[in-house]
């Protein structure tokens, strides 16, 4: 199933799809005016509050799959999409190893083997998420912008202390982001080992939609599933990698982010760049560097039909 956020004649709704639908939604309001729905449900008016019950909404909507062509549909297009919602706490790991490796290389250092113990994170902003249209504004100050192709994982239950079955009960499910970052800023904070912060914390982008991770069971593969995603800039392709490389499942990222933790539904995480999809990597051995300008359009997609990412480069915010 798809569930997001889209503007419809100028309005805001939470909307879904089927599994397997690529363009025809329902609003949300309409099931609930259409279906026998539990009067706290029927209280639900955005995805946010979707997400946060815990599981029990999206019960109660899976059982209803077979019927939805009684309800009015509309034709949803990439612009349509806003941001799904604003998460409660973002985290965001580093678990592909091309990606890892790179980084370390630019930096002239070599893997350690603590990285393959377990997955690491850092905490960032998520007051500064936005929609997969939004147009992204330059950090001011910055001369070093940069894109990061990554997987998002929703939460959809509150768990303390999770062991791996519990952890992927809790997934609702998964898109595309793009963790945006000022490398400079970053290169010059984690001389005092302390960071990532203001070289991410400006902007990070989520979207279009999220698909619920039941419908990608059939395409599980290693630590991930047999699905592709592009990075590309201004329509260059610049990389196209595939999730089944990653060294830990998001299963294990939520075994670790929730040991001695409460984590709750409403939350998101994120898997790390994907083997070179950032510039940085691209970087490597290059003289000048290419970085991002104002002006320049990048688009992250689930490949084929999958949830997509489309910001354009803006000028900085006062």
């Known amino acids: 199933m798809r569930l997001a956020t889209a503007k419809i004649q100028n309005e805001s709704h939470f909307v879904f799809a089927p599994p397997g639908e690529q363009t025809k939604f329902y609003r949300w309001s309409d099931y609930v005016n ?15 509050e979707f997400v946060e019950y815990d599981g029990a909404a999206l019960m109660h909507l899976k059982k209803d ?29 580093y678990c592909f190893e091309e990606h890892v490796q790179n980084a370390r290389k630019n930096r002239g250092a070599d893997m350690i083997p603590e990285w393959y113990e377990a997955p690491v994170f ?20 910055s001369k070093a912008m940069d894109v990061e192709l990554e997987i998002a994982c929703v939460i959809g239950k509150t768990i303390r202390n999770a062991n791996l079955q519990q952890a992927r009960e809790a997934i609702l499910g998964y898109s595309v982001l793009n963790d945006w970052t000022a490398r400079d800023f970053q290169a010059w904070e984690m001389k005092m080992n302390m960071g990532p912060t203001k ?120």
């Open 34 to 48: 259409s279906f026998p729905v539990p009067e706290d449900l029927r209280k639900i008016r955005t995805l946010k």
């Open 65 to 93: 799959l077979g019927s939805f062509s009684k309800l009015p549909s509309i034709a949803l297009q990439s612009k349509d999409f806003d941001l799904p919602f604003v998460p409660t706490t973002f985290r965001d790991f």
């Open 122 to 141: 850092y905490y960032s902003n998520p007051l500064s998420f936005r929609g997969p249209s939004e147009a992204v504004a330059y950090p001011a100050d």
């Open 199 to 318: 070289g991410k914390d400006f902007c990070t982008s989520f979207g279009s939609y999220i698909i619920t991770s039941d419908e990608l069971e059939g395409l599980r593969s290693g630590k991930g599933f047999d699905i592709e995603f592009e990075l590309r800039i201004n329509n260059e392709v610049f990389t196209k990698k595939n999730w089944k490389d990653i060294q830990f499942s998001f299963e294990e990222m939520i075994v670790r982010a929730s040991k001695n933790c409460t984590m709750v539904a409403g939350e998101v995480i994120a898997s790390g760049t994907m083997g070179l999809g950032c510039l940085l990597e691209h970087n490597i051995g290059k003289d000048p560097k290419r970085w991002l300008k104002i002006g320049d359009e990048v688009t992250m997609r689930w490949l084929p039909h999958g949830p997509e990412l489309k910001n354009k480069i803006g000028e900085p915010l006062p």
